[in-house]
């Protein structure tokens, strides 16, 4: 089973940048389809970008154009880059793997967008 250790998180100010790490152990990472969700107090966690194992992707529409997927198989890691931030995209950003009969989650990195 993968375990998963999300980092690269802070505060940066409104349109900047900032790229999430996801390191995995303990299993196959190139099986798993690998996910970035968020949740901000008093809302539920919601899709932010997914990477399938054959690398097709998809994302929320909220953040189309300005954040990228992408994952390196040798290195077991995934990433979010994340462009153009915007206050509304503050949440503690969690790094998911899944595959049939599996659904991992990481323990999660705060992301605050603030002036």
């Known amino acids: 089973q993968v375990q998963l250790v999300e980092s690269g998180g802070g505060l940066v100010q409104p349109g900047g940048s900032l790229r999430l790490s996801c390191a995995a152990s303990?299993?196959?990472?190139?099986?798993?389809?690998m996910g970035w969700y968020r949740q901000s107090p008093g809302k539920q966690r919601e899709l932010v970008a997914r990477?399938?194992?054959?690398?097709?992707?998809n994302y929320a529409d909220s953040v189309k154009g300005r954040f990228t997927i992408s994952r390196d198989n040798a290195k077991n890691t995934a990433y979010l880059q994340m462009n153009s931030l915007k206050p509304e995209d503050t949440a503690v950003y969690y790094c998911?793997?899944?595959?049939?009969?599996?659904?991992?989650w990481g323990q999660g990195t705060q992301v605050t967008v603030s002036s």
């Open positions: 990477m399938s194992s054959g690398s097709s992707t």
């Open positions: 998911n793997a899944a595959k049939i009969g599996y659904n991992i």
């Open positions: 303990g299993s196959i990472f190139s099986f798993y389809t």
